[in-house]
């Protein structure tokens, strides 16, 4: 956990009760659900699996906890695939609506992790656009609207980042609030689309996890985890 985050973040999730932005609350429960996230996250690439868990963590910085994150999980996995399994080049593919701000905010200076999020843009929280690039920073910005053609011409991108980084691991920050029905964004993902990307990640890296982040619409959201773990086990 203090890989990438601050002893005050934690101290902060663990005795908060109440709101600490206007969507992030903390009760008698959210420490202890935080840290089983981030373990189930570290779980996910012990097993090249994919980690269900909530609460979600991509908007975590180090010292911030918003947007319903409060701990980066797909970033502490990450480090603890450096540390504990010996990789020396993880990236990490962000396909939420959202920005990933937390997670970029995480390993932004460590050349030995690179982040690519595809995400709706303008949008919340109002990071990540076209100009905001580096060697191992790679967003790829979409406007409302985008579907599954626009997601998969965007995707050539993001096989050009990975393929001139060779990471030993590769894992995705999952969310499904791209989709054609979520009530929280403006994309129009469709199931088939989540699968596609999903089994042209797995082309990648040696070697694939994943991480649930957002997906607000629970009516649809299990069909589209099935579809997607297909998409990841083809």
């Known amino acids: 956990?203090?890989?990438?985050?601050?002893?005050?973040?934690?101290?902060?999730?663990?005795?908060?009760?109440?709101?600490?932005?206007?969507?992030?609350?903390?009760?008698?429960?959210?420490?202890?659900?935080?840290?089983?996230?981030?373990?189930?996250?570290?779980?996910?690439?012990?097993?090249?699996?994919?980690?269900?868990?909530?609460?979600?963590?991509?908007h975590a910085e180090?010292?911030?906890?918003?947007?319903?994150?409060?701990?980066?999980?797909?970033?502490?996995?990450?480090r603890w695939a450096q540390v504990q399994l010996g990789f020396e080049r993880v990236a990490i593919v962000d396909w939420d609506v959202h920005h990933g701000n937390g997670t970029e905010d995480l390993v932004r200076d460590d050349?030995?992790?690179?982040?690519?999020?595809?995400?709706?843009?303008?949008?919340?929280?109002?990071?990540?656009?076209?100009y905001e690039q580096t060697e191992t920073v790679v967003n790829i910005p979409l406007p409302a609207g985008t579907g599954d053609d626009g997601y998969f011409e965007a995707w050539r991108t993001v096989e050009d980042a990975v393929g001139r980084f060779e990471p030993d691991l590769l894992l995705v920050s999952c969310g499904f609030?791209?989709?054609?029905?979520?009530?929280?964004?403006?994309?129009?993902?469709?199931?088939?689309?989540?699968?596609?990307?999903a089994e042209r990640t797995t082309q990648l890296a040696p070697r694939v996890a994943a991480v649930l982040e957002g997906g607000y619409n629970v009516r649809t959201l299990p069909g589209l985890l099935e579809t997607t773990l297909d998409g990841f086990a083809a």
Not at 177 to 197: I, Y
């Open 111 to 130: 050349p030995s992790v690179l982040f690519v999020s595809l995400h709706q843009w303008p949008f919340y929280p109002g990071t990540g656009g076209p």
């Open 177 to 197: 609030d791209a989709h054609v029905e979520d009530p929280l964004a403006d994309m129009e993902l469709t199931a088939g689309g989540f699968r596609e990307l």
């Open 62 to 78: 180090r010292d911030h906890a918003m947007g319903f994150c409060m701990f980066g999980s797909i970033a502490i996995a990450a």
């Open 1 to 58: 956990m203090l890989r990438c985050h601050s002893p005050s973040l934690l101290e902060r999730i663990r005795t908060t009760r109440g709101f600490l932005d206007p969507d992030t609350i903390c009760t008698d429960t959210t420490y202890e659900a935080a840290l089983l996230a981030a373990g189930a996250a570290i779980e996910a690439v012990r097993r090249n699996g994919f980690a269900i868990a909530r609460p979600p963590g991509h």
